[in-house]
């Protein structure tokens, strides 16, 4: 059973920046298509951003594009995520997600694991 624990989330005005971090323990993250996915109140969750188990393909939401990144590093076997620009409307909790699949992951079906949640609140 892979834990996937996610931190970094916080309250931030508008235009602001925050780095979310996912760590597994277990198998590598590179083992794994991983992904973010956020679901905010009242809403479904929906896929943020992805990055294959090569790391040579990422995927994002077009709502993110340009403004979030999502990385990794094999060594800390953590997946990162770096949300610049941030608006109210990105307030959300933010799951990271991880599948046992070749390229990347978009859809909620085709995770296996996934993280606890952080909560992120953006103020305007």
């Known amino acids: 059973q892979e834990q996937l624990a996610d931190s970094g989330g916080g309250l931030v005005q508008a235009g602001g920046s925050l780095r979310l971090s996912c760590a597994a323990s277990g198998r590598t993250v590179s083992s794994y298509a991983m992904g973010w996915f956020r679901q905010a109140p009242g809403k479904e969750r929906e896929f943020v951003a992805a990055?294959?188990?090569?790391?040579?393909?990422?995927r994002y939401a077009e709502s993110v594009k340009g403004r979030f990144t999502i990385s990794r590093d094999s060594a800390k076997n953590t997946v990162y995520l770096q949300m610049n620009s941030l608006k109210p409307e990105d307030t959300a909790v933010y799951y990271c997600?991880?599948?046992?699949?070749?390229?990347?992951?978009?859809?909620?079906?085709?995770?296996?694991?996934w993280g606890q949640g952080t909560q992120v609140t953006v103020s305007s």
């Open positions: 997600a991880a599948a046992v699949t070749i390229g990347t992951v978009t859809r909620r079906d085709q995770i296996n694991y």
């Open positions: 990055i294959s188990w090569s790391g040579l393909s990422t």
